[in-house]
């Protein structure tokens, strides 16, 4: 079944097929920590139903935008979504395993990479019997090290990743942008609650960059009354901090 949801930046629409995955406030995010310009070429490894380019891009953050995505009906659905914005122009969906993104699309192609990937592993959770929901929580098709190797591949020199993750693995991550190029420059917790471990942390890094990290201060989603911070109304729908 499928229904279409506003996503409150310049009209657009999103078609999304409720019994696939739908994009949850991780992709909103994470479109608000990426730093993009009007120049930059964007790739969003694993698209999904393509709703980071249209989150960036209501948001004018990149120049051009490509999604990848492994599984075909979701790519399909990706197209879609961009012909009902009129951007079929501006953003370009390929069909194609991450696993070979450099291959596909070219080393050193994009100047920001963004990307929002399973969260967990083989040996994490319980894998849902639905292929297209597993394949977007669980580790198969794809691993962090594959995500985190090919976004450092398809980098030009300089260039940005942004990733949201879970703080479990922060360990993993800083390990594996390590070894690919990546320098992390920014890191950001996401808490529930003031008072509660963060359950997110959205990072990001630079290809060939100097060792140095900003910690920035914890992005809380809901207050004592559990009502939406000013931030997040600020990411959500516009609303200016007081």
Sequence with gaps: MERIDLLGRKNYRLIQ?????????????????????????VLDLGTGNGVLPLLLDGR??????????????????????????????????????L????????RAAFS??????????????????????AVARHELRCTLEDVIRESAAVLQPGGRFFMIHRPRRLTEILTLMSRFGLAPKRLRFVHSFADSPAEMVLVEGARGGKPWIKTMAPLIVYGAGREYTAEIRRIYFGEEEA
């Design 99 to 106: 696993k070979e993104a450099s291959a596909l699309l070219g």
């Design 17 to 41: 097929d409720t019994d696939a995955f739908c994009f949850g406030m991780d992709a909103v995010l994470l479109a608000d920590f990426v730093q993009a310009g009007p120049e930059d070429a």
């Design 60 to 97: 004018d953050k990149g120049g051009c935008f490509t999604g990848l995505e492994i599984q075909p009906k979701a790519a399909a659905l990706a197209c879609r979504n961009m012909v009902l914005n009129g951007l079929q122009e501006k953003v370009r969906i390929v069909c194609g395993d």
């Design 112 to 133: 920001i990479v963004v990307t929002n990937p399973p969260y967990m592993n083989e040996n994490q959770g319980l894998v849902n019997p639905d292929e297209a929901k």
